[in-house]
């Protein structure tokens, strides 16, 4: 009798585990999600790519997270690794130096152009050109070391 006691006990802590486990990665999920939409001034959530970010960690790359901790999907981390997150999650920005790559993970409705609620698209931090018969006199952006892209100098 004692044994099947002990059995019962262990199933139900293993049981308590997986629901708290489950419950942290869907919230360290969610921030990643918020966060992710946030880079790409974005309205709602969007799921991550990670094997995107893995695969381009010079132009996708996630910051503020805590000392020790690499960005992977929150499947990979035990319950410490996702309360640290959790409790950090006001530090943690995504960086996203290229968007061109991550937009065939946009769902269509969130697109740059589109809309989901019937109002006009808001400027993403893009220049506008008038459709007046004036030249575009848009410059070339340099990127974060300082240089102007390849084509852009070419150009000039």
Do not use: C
Not at 8 to 13: C, N, T, V, Y
Not at 21 to 29: A, G, M, S
Not at 68 to 81: A, E, L
Not at 135 to 154: C, F, H, M, W, Y
Request: proline letters at 12%; aromatic letters at 8%; zero cysteines.
């Amino acid at each position: 009798m004692p044994d099947t006691l002990l059995m019962e006990i262990s199933s139900k802590r293993k049981e308590d585990w997986n629901i708290r486990i489950t419950k942290l990665r869907k919230q360290v999920e969610e921030i990643f999600n918020t966060k992710f939409a946030e880079a790409l001034n974005l309205p709602q959530p969007v799921k991550v790519p990670y094997p995107l970010f893995e695969s381009n960690p010079q132009h996708l790359y996630v910051e503020g997270l805590p000392d020790g901790i690499p960005f992977r999907s929150p499947t990979w981390f035990g319950i410490p690794r996702l309360e640290r997150i959790i409790r950090g999650s006001a530090k943690v920005k995504f960086i996203v130096k290229k968007p061109d790559l991550v937009e065939p993970y946009i769902p269509d409705g969130l697109k740059q152009g589109n809309s989901t609620d019937g109002t006009p698209p808001t400027n993403r931090g893009r220049r506008r050109v008038s459709s007046t018969s004036e030249p575009n006199l848009t410059r070339p952006v340099k990127d974060s070391i300082g240089s102007l892209p390849e084509k852009t100098a070419q150009a000039l």
